[in-house]
Nanobody, 123 residues
Framework: VQLQASGGGLVQAGASLRLSCIAS????????LGWFRQAPGKEREFVAR????????AYADSVTGRFTVSRDNAENKGYLQMNSLKPEDTAVYYC?????????????????WGQGTLVTVSS
């Protein structure tokens, strides 16, 4: 599965962005879709995931209530809607996919990765 993330940009605190992840070359509907981010000087961290069917989701505590993950298997696309953005959300955001598990928050469980899209939130 090949993934391509897009939708990042520079926004002010409190604004919203929607990231997209387009999948190709595999059966997207059989893969859990995860979103991760990496801020400068920090390790990559889990943000959110949605199960292959789209029926279950999970979020990091830091984004719960502000971010929403979703997917459209008919279009081979995934989304991360980010509202009420904060400067600490500034990072490169990656979408990732795995057929190994429906529940993982660990990047090592995701063999397929997009190239990342930069989100910068100014105060």
């Amino acid at each position: 599965v090949q993934l391509q993330a897009s939708g990042g940009g520079l926004v002010q605190a409190g604004a919203s962005l929607r990231l997209s992840c387009i999948a190709s070359g595999g059966t997207f509907s059989r893969h859990t879709l995860g979103w991760f981010r990496q801020a400068p000087g920090k390790e990559r961290e889990f943000v959110a995931r949605v199960s292959a069917s789209g029926s279950t989701t999970a979020y990091a505590d830091s984004v719960t209530g502000r971010f929403t993950v979703s997917r459209d298997n008919a279009e081979n696309k995934g989304y991360l809607q980010m509202n009420s953005l904060k400067p600490e959300d500034t990072a490169v955001y990656y979408c990732a996919a795995t057929a190994r598990t429906q529940r993982s928050r660990y990047s090592n469980d995701y063999p397929y990765w997009g190239q990342g899209t930069l989100v910068t939130v100014s105060s």
